[in-house]
C-alpha cells in the first residue's frame, strides 16, 4: 500500500509515486493527490495541508488559501504571516509584491505609500 505523500493511479502491482509539488495526500492507499489551496505551493511528497505554503507576495496561513499583498504592501519570504507595510521612502504600486521600489534622488514618502507620486521633495 502506498503511504501518506505517495499515491499509485491503478490497482495491482506496481510502484507508488511521490505526490507533485503542489500537491499533498495525507491518507494511505490513494489513487491521487490534492491540490494546494490558492496560491500556496508545497515540495514533492508532502502528506499534509500545512505543507501547503503561500507564496511570496500572498498573506496566510499554512494550509489555507492566500491573498495577494495589496499595493502599498510586500511579502518576500514563503510560507505564513501577513504583508508589511512598505517603509518610509518607498512605494509599491502593484499586488502580489516582493519588495518595495524606492523613491527617487531627494524625495520621501511615507510608510504604506502606494504610487511614485507619493515620493516628494
Same mark, same amino acid.
Given at each position: 500500500?502506498?503511504?501518506?505523500? %505517495?499515491?499509485?493511479?491503478?490497482?495491482?502491482?506496481?510502484?507508488?509515486?511521490? @505526490?507533485?509539488?503542489?500537491?499533498?495526500?495525507?491518507?494511505?492507499?490513494?489513487?491521487?493527490?490534492? +491540490?494546494?489551496?490558492?496560491?500556496?505551493?508545497?515540495?514533492?511528497?508532502?502528506?499534509? /495541508?500545512?505543507?501547503?505554503?503561500?507564496? /511570496?507576495?500572498?498573506?496566510?496561513?499554512?494550509?489555507?488559501?492566500?491573498?495577494?499583498?495589496?499595493?502599498?504592501?510586500?511579502?518576500?519570504?514563503?510560507?505564513?504571516?501577513?504583508?508589511?507595510? @512598505?517603509?518610509?521612502?518607498?512605494?509599491?504600486?502593484? %499586488?502580489?509584491?516582493?519588495? @518595495?521600489? +524606492?523613491?527617487?534622488?531627494?524625495?520621501?514618502?511615507?510608510?504604506?505609500?502606494?504610487?511614485?507620486?507619493?515620493? /516628494?521633495?
Amino acid at each position: 500500500a502506498c503511504g501518506v505523500g %505517495t499515491f499509485k493511479e491503478t490497482n495491482g502491482s506496481g510502484t507508488c509515486a511521490h @505526490c507533485a509539488a503542489g500537491t499533498y495526500q495525507n491518507t494511505t492507499e490513494a489513487s491521487a493527490c490534492m +491540490g494546494c489551496p490558492s496560491n500556496t505551493n508545497s515540495l514533492m511528497g508532502s502528506d499534509d /495541508i500545512a505543507d501547503c505554503i503561500c507564496h /511570496i507576495g500572498f498573506q496566510g496561513s499554512d494550509g489555507a488559501a492566500c491573498s495577494a499583498c495589496g499595493v502599498g504592501t510586500f511579502k518576500e519570504t514563503n510560507g505564513s504571516g501577513t504583508c508589511a507595510h @512598505c517603509a518610509a521612502g518607498t512605494y509599491q504600486n502593484t %499586488t502580489e509584491a516582493s519588495a @518595495c521600489m +524606492g523613491c527617487p534622488s531627494n524625495t520621501n514618502s511615507l510608510m504604506g505609500s502606494d504610487d511614485i507620486a507619493d515620493c /516628494i521633495c
